[in-house]
């Protein structure tokens, strides 16, 4: 067996890593497997599906592994346990690497994977997305890592698309293959020793796909990584770039070697290459005659240890032989929070959709119903009462449904960060927080572009300590439906489910909030979706400040025969509110904040620290 082996880096010697599999099986467990923790074994409710079965194969330092086979095979489960991504209870036999076995966590932070999708923010320029990947992931300051990334768009051939966005779609943006380069450099950017691919050259045209292929054979060349991907159809000049090919056919791999030893194999069985067609295409019609040539643990048959003990399967643990250490992040969460909230804030104002819309949003829905309602606060009667009230429920209609525009962002993003925190980059509390205090100062200006026309018109409490408290509610409902909206983007797996659970949930808050049914006429089963509405405490805000207080002892609502018969105060009495009430109540909507927030985190962290 290689022992480990040093590749010349610039500055000195950097370890690389072998990788090898022994015996290595994967099936589908079943959910009740799944919650026990257990390797599928005991008695089979029915027929397992395995994806891999008694897979040997092996990755050098210096070469270009890559793993072929037809749809289904098993490529890309074979990359993932490789990578580390695939949790242990569900294989049984070795992961090595240099002849040790894999720890995980470790592995990951060490490793670059890349995935098929590019996940990258579309209003970042190429440079900005490898900058702030570099400065997340490397321990030094701003120059170093800048000094990074130049010679990393020189390597990847990137340097004139530098100041260029990403973009989205044909219309706008870099091409498909610069795109591809771009993923690939956001897992270089810490210049790991180990990098995983899953399909570099899909989606590309011949000479993309060329391109990214020669990238990364100069890498192997020049650096010593150690390269694995997977690959369905690649074309003969990229074939001939690989060192090793493990091809793969109904989970068991029937070739592990150079592409001349797969020619070889295929004459020796008495098959006639054609001209014009290349080797690796030709095995996968020829793959029965490989199958037929390996040992009988390849044939059609259960792997070794499935034979045994009655169906239970004698498991080699490998990814938890040696105490894990806690891991040890590049940044302190400050400047993790500090370098996502800039990125961020990229994001945002170059989204011209979310951000300028949302800001006329406020002003002109502000101007409109003070129009609407203008100087209603200044008359009295019934009638002037009953159509404040119907303000104040309207205006948290509007405020608490007008932030779910932010959901197919929040959604973009998810899929970036656990990408990002699956590699070690940042921690998910550095995200939450960085997000969280990034809204800040944006909800502030939006609630009061909304808050300014609208108090002033309708002709509200007059008075500037009135206004502000008006002015403070807003921005905390707001903040209150941005955490809602950003928790729940964290739960549902997409956008139309997430507008349908958002839609529903905001109706049902509506209803419980006192406006339409007093707490009293609800179902007592039904009461405590009356606490948990985000409507119930704003609402009761804006009436306390309106007719609250000592304005309230002298502010007369409603006259009979010249005499005033209900006064600002009596009407709260009415509504079983009190003055200590309007603090209170924003000590709850700050609590919904805060704990929508944490259930926020706690989903994040659940879906990006959860392997497979």
């Given at each position: 067996?290689?022992?480990?082996?040093?590749?010349?880096?610039?500055?000195?010697?950097?370890?690389?890593?072998?990788?090898?599999?022994?015996?290595?099986?994967?099936?589908?467990?079943?959910?009740?497997?799944?919650?026990?923790?257990?390797?599928?074994?005991?008695?089979?409710?029915?027929?397992?599906?395995?994806?891999?079965?008694?897979?040997?194969?092996?990755?050098?330092?210096?070469?270009?592994?890559?793993?072929?086979?037809?749809?289904?095979?098993?490529?890309?489960?074979?990359?993932?346990?490789?990578?580390?991504?695939?949790?242990?209870?569900?294989?049984?036999?070795?992961?090595?690497?240099?002849?040790?076995?894999?720890?995980?966590?470790?592995?990951?932070?060490?490793?670059?994977?890349?995935?098929?999708?590019?996940?990258?923010?579309?209003?970042?320029?190429?440079?900005?997305?490898?900058?702030?990947?570099?400065?997340?992931?490397?321990?030094?300051?701003?120059?170093?890592?800048?000094?990074?990334?130049?010679?990393?768009?020189?390597?990847?051939?990137?340097?004139?698309?530098?100041?260029?966005?990403?973009?989205?779609?044909?219309?706008?943006?870099?091409?498909?293959?610069?795109?591809?380069?771009?993923?690939?450099?956001?897992?270089?950017?810490?210049?790991?020793?180990?990098?995983?691919?899953?399909?570099?050259?899909?989606?590309?045209?011949?000479?993309?796909?060329?391109?990214?292929?020669?990238?990364?054979?100069?890498?192997?060349?020049?650096?010593?990584?150690?390269?694995?991907?997977?690959i369905h159809q690649p074309g003969f000049r990229i074939l001939e770039l690989f060192d090793r090919l493990v091809l793969l056919s109904n989970g068991y791999a029937v070739h592990n070697g150079s592409l001349h030893f797969l020619e070889e194999r295929l004459k020796f069985s008495g098959h006639q290459i054609p001209?014009?067609?290349?080797?690796?295409?030709?095995?996968?019609?020829?793959?029965?005659?490989?199958?037929?040539?390996?040992?009988?643990?390849?044939?059609?048959?259960?792997?070794?240890?499935?034979?045994?003990?009655?169906?239970?399967?004698?498991?080699?643990?490998?990814?938890?032989?040696?105490?894990?250490?806690?891991?040890?992040?590049?940044?302190?969460?400050?400047?993790?929070?500090?370098?996502?909230?800039?990125?961020?804030?990229?994001?945002?104002?170059?989204?011209?959709?979310?951000?300028?819309?949302?800001?006329?949003?406020?002003?002109?829905?502000?101007?409109?119903?003070?129009?609407?309602?203008?100087?209603?606060?200044?008359?009295?009667?019934?009638?002037?009462?009953?159509?404040?009230?119907?303000?104040?429920?309207?205006?948290?209609?509007?405020?608490?449904?007008?932030?779910?525009?932010?959901?197919?962002?929040?959604?973009?993003?998810?899929?970036?960060?656990?990408?990002?925190?699956?590699?070690?980059?940042?921690?998910?509390?550095?995200?939450?927080?960085?997000?969280?205090?990034?809204?800040?100062?944006?909800?502030?200006?939006?609630?009061?572009?909304?808050?300014?026309?609208?108090?002033?018109?309708?002709?509200?409490?007059?008075?500037?300590?009135?206004?502000?408290?008006?002015?403070?509610?807003?921005w905390m409902v707001i903040l209150m439906s941005n955490s809602f909206v950003a928790c729940f983007s964290a739960l549902v797996p997409n956008f139309i489910m997430g507008t349908s659970v958002i839609s529903g949930l905001m109706g049902s808050f509506f209803l419980f909030s006192g406006y339409f049914i007093t707490?009293?006429?609800?179902?007592?089963?039904?009461?405590?979706?009356?606490?948990?509405?985000?409507?119930?405490?704003?609402?009761?805000?804006?009436?306390?400040?309106?007719?609250?207080?000592?304005?309230?002892?002298?502010?007369?609502?409603?006259?009979?025969?010249?005499?005033?018969?209900?006064?600002?105060?009596?009407?709260?009495?009415?509504?079983?509110?009190?003055?200590?009430?309007?603090?209170?109540?924003?000590?709850?909507?700050?609590?919904?904040?805060?704990?929508?927030?944490?259930?926020?985190?706690?989903?994040?962290?659940?879906?990006?620290?959860?392997?497979?």
């Amino acid at each position: 067996m290689e022992l480990p082996v040093k590749a010349p880096v610039s500055g000195g010697q950097k370890t690389s890593y072998r990788l090898e599999t022994k015996n290595l099986s994967y099936k589908l467990c079943s959910k009740f497997d799944e919650l026990n923790f257990i390797y599928c074994g005991g008695p089979p409710r029915r027929a397992p599906k395995f994806i891999l079965r008694d897979v040997n194969c092996a990755a050098s330092p210096g070469e270009i592994t890559a793993i072929a086979g037809p749809s289904g095979a098993g490529k890309t489960t074979l990359l993932e346990i490789l990578s580390g991504k695939i949790s242990s209870r569900k294989v049984s036999g070795q992961v090595l690497v240099n002849s040790q076995p894999m720890n995980a966590r470790h592995f990951r932070r060490i490793s670059g994977y890349v995935t098929q999708d590019d996940s990258l923010f579309p209003l970042l320029t190429v440079k900005e997305t490898l900058l702030y990947s570099a400065l997340l992931r490397l321990p030094g300051g701003k120059k170093d890592a800048a000094n990074r990334v130049s010679r990393l768009l020189k390597e990847l051939g990137l340097e004139h698309v530098s100041d260029s966005r990403i973009g989205e779609g044909s219309n706008w943006g870099i091409s498909g293959g610069e795109k591809r380069r771009v993923s690939i450099g956001v897992d270089l950017v810490h210049d790991p020793a180990v990098v995983f691919i899953d399909e570099p050259t899909s989606g590309l045209d011949s000479a993309s796909a060329l391109h990214v292929a020669t990238l990364l054979k100069s890498m192997v060349l020049n650096q010593g990584k150690t390269i694995v991907l997977t690959i369905h159809q690649p074309g003969f000049r990229i074939l001939e770039l690989f060192d090793r090919l493990v091809l793969l056919s109904n989970g068991y791999a029937v070739h592990n070697g150079s592409l001349h030893f797969l020619e070889e194999r295929l004459k020796f069985s008495g098959h006639q290459i054609p001209l014009h067609v290349n080797v690796l295409e030709f095995s996968f019609d020829a793959i029965e005659s490989l199958s037929g040539q390996n040992s009988a643990s390849l044939n059609n048959q259960c792997p070794r240890e499935i034979r045994h003990n009655g169906g239970h399967i004698a498991r080699t643990l490998y990814f938890n032989n040696h105490q894990e250490k806690p891991l040890r992040f590049p940044r302190s969460i400050l400047e993790e929070v500090s370098i996502l909230g800039q990125r961020f804030c990229s994001n945002i104002f170059r989204t011209k959709q979310l951000f300028a819309t949302r800001v006329i949003q406020a002003l002109v829905a502000g101007l409109i119903l003070g129009t609407i309602f203008l100087n209603v606060g200044k008359k009295t009667g019934q009638v002037a009462l009953q159509t404040r009230i119907g303000f104040f429920a309207f205006s948290l209609t509007f405020l608490l449904s007008s932030t779910t525009e932010g959901l197919p962002i929040f959604l973009q993003e998810r899929r970036i960060l656990m990408r990002e925190t699956s590699r070690g980059a940042y921690r998910v509390s550095s995200y939450v927080l960085s997000n969280t205090l990034i809204f800040l100062p944006f909800l502030l200006m939006v609630a009061l572009l909304y808050s300014t026309p609208v108090y002033w018109l309708v002709g509200l409490r007059m008075s500037i300590h009135g206004f502000l408290y008006f002015s403070l509610v807003v921005w905390m409902v707001i903040l209150m439906s941005n955490s809602f909206v950003a928790c729940f983007s964290a739960l549902v797996p997409n956008f139309i489910m997430g507008t349908s659970v958002i839609s529903g949930l905001m109706g049902s808050f509506f209803l419980f909030s006192g406006y339409f049914i007093t707490k009293s006429k609800i179902p007592s089963y039904w009461v405590f979706m009356h606490y948990l509405s985000l409507f119930k405490y704003p609402f009761e805000c804006f009436l306390i400040n309106e007719y609250g207080g000592e304005h309230g002892y002298r502010r007369c609502l409603e006259f009979d025969k010249g005499e005033c018969i209900l006064y600002g105060s009596g009407f709260l009495r009415q509504q079983g509110l009190r003055d200590s009430q309007k603090w209170s109540n924003l000590a709850v909507m700050f609590g919904f904040i805060i704990g929508y927030r944490v259930l926020c985190f706690v989903i994040l962290w659940f879906r990006c620290y959860r392997r497979r």
